[in-house]
């Protein structure tokens, strides 16, 4: 009888796929849970230096490697980085997230560009780990071909992490004015947000 789903953009192709009415669909917009202890920065700092061996400062990606996520151009993107330019030297890429699917050219592209030191995949982290990681990195990117919604760019919002994701589909609903958008097929668009929130 009724569509419920979690954006417009989805209920838009709900619509464009299935013919359904548009009074049918309701955009019911998702929320984010209350984590009943959350570490302070330091220990959280601590934690993922001693369990994931994550140390000093990083940009931050969580979500599954598949082609979508398009973490092969962001990798790229953040292998143009002008590091002289940059407050801090030693920026790695921390890419959070289970194997999908084609994810053959993303584990490969770190030494396609030549950053294999700088990029590590730490493959699952279980959600009570997570806000440590967004609570210390200098920012999270979602440079995603599509999304349904976005739930990481509210995750990374509500402890406090500068956001930047994909002018497209329905990331810009997720991050509302609060968020730098890219343009995802573009390298250098993604490379100069990231140095935005490298050098404020």
């Given at each position: 009888?009724?569509?419920?789903?979690?954006?417009q953009?989805?209920?838009?192709?709900?619509?464009?796929?299935?013919?359904?009415?548009?009074?049918?669909?309701?955009?019911t917009?998702?929320?984010?849970?209350?984590?009943s202890?959350?570490?302070?920065?330091?220990?959280?700092?601590?934690?993922?230096?001693?369990?994931?061996?994550?140390?000093?400062?990083?940009?931050?990606?969580?979500?599954?490697?598949?082609?979508?996520?398009?973490?092969?151009?962001?990798?790229?993107?953040?292998?143009?980085?002008?590091?002289?330019?940059?407050?801090y030297?030693?920026?790695?890429?921390?890419?959070?997230?289970?194997?999908?699917?084609?994810?053959?050219?993303?584990?490969?592209?770190?030494?396609?560009?030549n950053i294999?030191?700088?990029?590590k995949?730490?493959?699952?982290?279980p959600?009570e780990?997570?806000?440590?990681?967004?609570?210390?990195?200098?920012?999270?990117?979602?440079?995603?071909?599509?999304e349904?919604?976005?739930?990481?760019?509210?995750?990374?919002?509500?402890?406090?992490?500068?956001?930047?994701?994909?002018?497209?589909?329905?990331?810009?609903?997720?991050?509302?004015?609060?968020?730098?958008?890219?343009?995802?097929?573009?390298?250098?668009?993604?490379?100069?947000?990231?140095?935005?929130?490298?050098?404020?």
């Amino acid at each position: 009888s009724i569509v419920f789903t979690i954006s417009q953009t989805s209920k838009d192709d709900i619509i464009k796929t299935y013919r359904v009415s548009d009074e049918k669909v309701i955009v019911t917009y998702p929320g984010i849970k209350n984590e009943s202890r959350i570490m302070s920065e330091e220990s959280g700092k601590e934690m993922i230096g001693k369990k994931y061996g994550v140390k000093g400062q990083y940009i931050l990606f969580v979500g599954t490697l598949q082609p979508r996520k398009n973490i092969a151009r962001l990798i790229e993107a953040f292998s143009k980085l002008e590091t002289k330019r940059l407050r801090y030297k030693d920026i790695k890429l921390i890419v959070v997230g289970k194997k999908g699917w084609l994810y053959e050219e993303i584990l490969e592209a770190p030494k396609k560009f030549n950053i294999e030191d700088r990029v590590k995949f730490l493959d699952f982290v279980p959600d009570e780990d997570l806000p440590s990681f967004y609570k210390n990195a200098l920012g999270f990117v979602l440079p995603s071909l599509y999304e349904g919604f976005g739930l990481p760019v509210l995750e990374a919002m509500k402890y406090g992490c500068p956001v930047i994701t994909s002018n497209i589909s329905s990331l810009p609903e997720a991050g509302g004015e609060a968020a730098l958008y890219v343009d995802p097929l573009n390298v250098e668009d993604i490379k100069n947000n990231l140095q935005l929130i490298i050098n404020p």
